[in-house]
């Protein structure tokens, strides 16, 4: 069964400083991983997309990695600001031909303060 | 500016009745689909359209039911069939291929009572 499992589940941070959540998956066959910001009562917006090739991906502050062989993903961010705080999800694609199947893991409440 | 539209954002319902939930995109997008967000659980697809006049069902589609006569729009139903209808509903579309993302309303919470 393809799992994506992201830790920590919640994390609460002063502004400025960074953190890195982590997404740990068993998908197959591996098609691309995505991150996705999601705010409270809103839809998720993608941040970023990586396939295979790729170990590392940044968006501005955001920087992911994917290391294939181990399965594993995070998603840095640095100098958080208040407007960082959402729930942040992981998503593996798995392909099949034609077709794209994509779980998605639980998120990571992240809280910025002052 | 290019986007989706879900209609209404709050929606409230007495069990038994069926409900429709409206999804809206000026992107341009082939596909469309529509996801169920429950807390403490990841999205999960209830039905998915490729193009227009078909569908297909996503994996928890009991009790839902679409159309797609518009490329533009993918209303879905929320039927009397369905045993648990309170929770987040998100719409999305996107281009076709595997490297592409998915764009996203932002949503309609049901509540049945």
């Known amino acids: 069964k393809n799992q994506v499992e992201q830790s920590p589940q919640s994390l609460i941070i002063l502004e400025g400083k960074n953190c890195t959540l982590q997404?740990?998956?068993?998908?197959?066959?591996?098609?691309?991983l995505r991150w996705y910001k999601q705010d409270t009562g809103r839809g998720p917006v993608s941040l970023t997309i990586?396939?295979?090739?790729?170990n590392t991906k940044s968006n501005g502050r955001y920087t992911a990695t994917l290391d294939a062989d181990t399965k594993q993903s995070s998603l840095h961010i640095t100098a958080s600001q208040l407007s960082d705080s959402a729930s942040y999800i992981c998503?593996?694609?798995?392909?099949?031909?034609?077709?794209?199947?994509?779980?998605f893991g639980t998120g990571t409440r992240l809280q910025v303060t002052l | 500016d290019g986007g989706i539209t879900q209609s209404p954002k709050y929606l409230f319902r007495k069990e038994g009745q069926n409900v429709t939930l409206s999804c809206e995109q000026n992107l341009n997008h082939d596909a469309m689909y529509w996801y169920r967000q429950d807390p403490g659980q990841g999205l999960r697809l209830i039905y998915y359209?490729?193009?227009?006049?078909?569908?297909q069902k996503g994996d928890i589609a009991e009790g839902y039911s679409v159309s797609r006569e518009k490329k533009e729009s993918f209303p879905l139903t929320v039927t009397s069939a369905q045993k648990n209808p309170t929770a987040f509903y998100l719409c999305?579309?996107?281009?076709?291929?595997?490297?592409?993302?998915?764009?996203f309303g932002n949503g309609t919470r049901l509540t049945v009572t």
């Open positions: 990586m396939t295979f090739s790729e």
């Open positions: 997404c740990n998956y068993t998908v197959s066959p591996f098609s691309n």
């Open positions: 359209s490729q193009i227009v006049n078909d569908f």
């Open positions: 998503v593996v694609s798995a392909s099949t031909g034609t077709a794209s199947k994509l779980t």
């Open positions: 999305a579309s996107s281009n076709t291929g595997t490297l592409v993302a998915l764009h």
